[in-house]
C-alpha cells in the first residue's frame, strides 16, 4: 500500500487540475441550451475511463448519457458499482458569485465552482482512486465498475428507463454500491449515511377568474386565488410543527431510544448550527431535537409561490391565477402514493366556490434505512479512518436520493453512502465549494476502500 499512497500524494497537483478541467464545463441539466455542454461532460468523463484502458460505453438514453465503465474481474471478490453525476445545478443567482462558477478558484483551501462538491468534486474521488491503484500497482483487488449520469439534478429519467432493462440489471450486477455525493457530520468529522428521508414534490395551481382584475372593483365579491393559497398551504401544517393531513404519521416508525441516544451523543452545536445558515432561533415539530426533526422526521416545506404583480412599484389586481411548489420530507415505511392521494382529499375539501384546484405530483421517492450490521459498513469504516484519519459517524440525513431506492429494488443490493462534503459546501447555492484537503482525503479513503472490500465473502 506504501507504493499507492506515494502515488496519490505525488499525484495531487494533477489531480487538482483534472477537477478543474471537469468544473470549467457548464454541464447545467436543466437547460436544454447546455445540452452540448452535458454531453461535453459525459465524454470528458469516459474519457477519463478510456485513458486507463478501462472498458468504457456511453450508453444513450431517453434523456442524457450514462457513462460505464469498469475495471477487469476478480474471481472470488465482491464487485463494487461507483454511481454518481457529472450534471449540475444553474448558478443563478450569478450576482452572488464571488468568482464566476465555471471558472474554479481557489481560496482558503477550498475549490469554488458550480458542481465542486454536488457531485463532480466526490464522484472524482473514486475516478482518481482507481486510476492510483492501476498506475502504481497495476490492477485492483476487486472489480469496480462506475455509472455516471448526466440528469440527477432533473430527475434522472433516463437512468430509470434503462434500468427497466434485463440487460442493463445484468450489466451493473454487484455487491454492494458506492456514492459520494453527500456530507461529512462536521468538519474533520467524516461519516457514513445509513438513513434517508423520502420525498413527495407537488405543484398546486389555483384558478379564479378568466384575467385578473382591479381589487377594488371585484375584491369582497370574487374569491382571490393568491389569499386561497395562502390559506390553504398554512393549514397543511400546525403551530407545533405538525403537518395536518389525515393518516399523514399512520406509517412513522417512531425513533428507537438507542438513536435517540445515538444522536444527541454527537457533537452538535444548536448556536454554531443557527450561526451557518444566519438565523436567531430553530423551530420545528414539538418533543424532538433539531438533528431528530432534520434526520428522522417527516417535514413539510413551500419552495415557492407565484401570483399576482411581480414588478416595480404598486398594481392594485386581484390575481386570475396563484401557483406554489413544495414538498414533504418523508421518513421509511411513509408512503409517497398514500401522501398524494391524503393531500389531494383535503385539498379538494378546502377548496371554495370560485376555485379550480390542480395538483401535479412533480416527483416522489420513499426514504430508507440502510442496516449498520454490514461487513460492508465495517470495510467502509475502516477506509474512511485510514483516509481521513479519524473513525467515522454514522448518520441519517435530511435529503433524498432516489436512485439509492432503485438500486435495492433493482439490484437487490445495499449502498454505501461516504460524503466527503460539509454542509456549509454551498451546494445548489451561489459560492459553492469542496476542501481540496476533503478531496484528497477522500481519494485515499476510496483507494483504501477496495483493498477492505476485498476482504469480504461476496453475495452468492
Known amino acids: 500500500m506504501q507504493k499507492l499512497e506515494e502515488f496519490i500524494a505525488a499525484n495531487?497537483?494533477?489531480?487538482?487540475?483534472?477537477?478543474?478541467?471537469?468544473?470549467?464545463?457548464?454541464?447545467?441539466?436543466?437547460?436544454?441550451?447546455?445540452?452540448?455542454?452535458?454531453?461535453?461532460?459525459a465524454e470528458w468523463v469516459a474519457d477519463q475511463f478510456r485513458s486507463l484502458d478501462l472498458e468504457t460505453e456511453i450508453i444513450e438514453t431517453i434523456g442524457q448519457p450514462l457513462v460505464y465503465a469498469e475495471t477487469p474481474p476478480v474471481t472470488g471478490k465482491p464487485i463494487a458499482l461507483v454511481y454518481g453525476h457529472y450534471d449540475v445545478q444553474p448558478p443563478d443567482p450569478l450576482d452572488e458569485w464571488v468568482s464566476p462558477p465555471f471558472e474554479p478558484t481557489e481560496r482558503n483551501g477550498n475549490i469554488y465552482a458550480r458542481?465542486?462538491?454536488?457531485?463532480?468534486?466526490?464522484?472524482?474521488?473514486?475516478?482518481?482512486?482507481?486510476?492510483?491503484?492501476?498506475?502504481?500497482?497495476?490492477?485492483l483487488p476487486i472489480q469496480v465498475k462506475f455509472l455516471i449520469e448526466g440528469e440527477e439534478e432533473v430527475g434522472s429519467e433516463g437512468l430509470y428507463d434503462y434500468l427497466e432493462s434485463a440487460a442493463a440489471v445484468k450489466k451493473l450486477n454487484c455487491d454492494i454500491v458506492v456514492i459520494s455525493d453527500t456530507s461529512q457530520f462536521a468538519?474533520?468529522?467524516?461519516?457514513?449515511?445509513?438513513?434517508?428521508?423520502?420525498?413527495?414534490?407537488?405543484?398546486?395551481?389555483?384558478?379564479?377568474p378568466k384575467q385578473d382584475l382591479h381589487s377594488g372593483v371585484f375584491g369582497g365579491a370574487i374569491t382571490n386565488p393568491a389569499n386561497t393559497l395562502c390559506k390553504m398551504l398554512a393549514s397543511l401544517?400546525?403551530?407545533?410543527?405538525?403537518?395536518?393531513?389525515p393518516g399523514f404519521y399512520d406509517d412513522v416508525v417512531p425513533l428507537s431510544d438507542r438513536e435517540r441516544a445515538q444522536f444527541s451523543d454527537l457533537p452538535f452545536s444548536e448556536r454554531s448550527f443557527m450561526e451557518q445558515v444566519g438565523v436567531d432561533g430553530v423551530t420545528g415539530e414539538a418533543g424532538y431535537s433539531t438533528l431528530e426533526r432534520r434526520w428522522a422526521r417527516p417535514t413539510f416545506d413551500i419552495n415557492g409561490m407565484t401570483s399576482g404583480y411581480q414588478g416595480e412599484g404598486a398594481k392594485t389586481v386581484l390575481p386570475a391565477r396563484a401557483s406554489a411548489k413544495f414538498s414533504f420530507?418523508?421518513?421509511?415505511?411513509?408512503?409517497?402514493?398514500?401522501?398524494?392521494?391524503?393531500?389531494?382529499?383535503?385539498?379538494?375539501?378546502?377548496?371554495p366556490p370560485g376555485i379550480v384546484v390542480e395538483l401535479q405530483e412533480?416527483?416522489?421517492?420513499?426514504?430508507?434505512?440502510?442496516?449498520?450490521?454490514?461487513?460492508?459498513?465495517?470495510?467502509?469504516?475502516?477506509?474512511?479512518?485510514?483516509g481521513f484519519g479519524h473513525s467515522p459517524v454514522f448518520i441519517r440525513e435530511g435529503g433524498s436520493i432516489p436512485i439509492v431506492n432503485t438500486f435495492a429494488d433493482?439490484?437487490?443490493?445495499?449502498?454505501?453512502?461516504?460524503?466527503?462534503?460539509?454542509?456549509?459546501?454551498?451546494?445548489?447555492?451561489?459560492?459553492?465549494?469542496?476542501?481540496?484537503a476533503d478531496y484528497h482525503r477522500g481519494i485515499k479513503a476510496s483507494a483504501r476502500l477496495w483493498q477492505e472490500l476485498s476482504r469480504i465473502e461476496p453475495s452468492a
Open 410 to 436: 433493482k439490484l437487490h443490493v445495499d449502498t454505501l453512502l461516504l460524503g466527503w462534503g460539509l454542509d456549509d459546501d454551498n451546494t445548489h447555492s451561489p459560492n459553492e465549494k469542496f476542501s481540496l
Open 115 to 139: 458542481g465542486a462538491t454536488d457531485d463532480k468534486g466526490q464522484m472524482l474521488t473514486h475516478v482518481k482512486s482507481v486510476q492510483s491503484w492501476i498506475q502504481s500497482l497495476g490492477k
Open 187 to 208: 468538519r474533520g468529522r467524516p461519516a457514513i449515511t445509513y438513513g434517508l428521508k423520502g420525498i413527495a414534490y407537488f405543484e398546486l395551481l389555483l384558478t379564479g
Open 362 to 386: 412533480m416527483h416522489h421517492a420513499p426514504g430508507l434505512v440502510i442496516p449498520l450490521d454490514s461487513p460492508y459498513m465495517d470495510a467502509a469504516a475502516r477506509a474512511i479512518e485510514k
Open 329 to 351: 420530507r418523508l421518513v421509511p415505511k411513509q408512503d409517497p402514493t398514500k401522501v398524494a392521494e391524503a393531500l389531494r382529499e383535503k385539498l379538494n375539501e378546502l377548496c
Open 12 to 41: 495531487r497537483s494533477a489531480f487538482e487540475q483534472d477537477l478543474c478541467d471537469l468544473l470549467r464545463i457548464p454541464s447545467i441539466s436543466t437547460d436544454r441550451q447546455y445540452r452540448g455542454e452535458v454531453r461535453k461532460a
Open 237 to 245: 401544517i400546525d403551530e407545533k410543527g405538525r403537518v395536518q393531513i
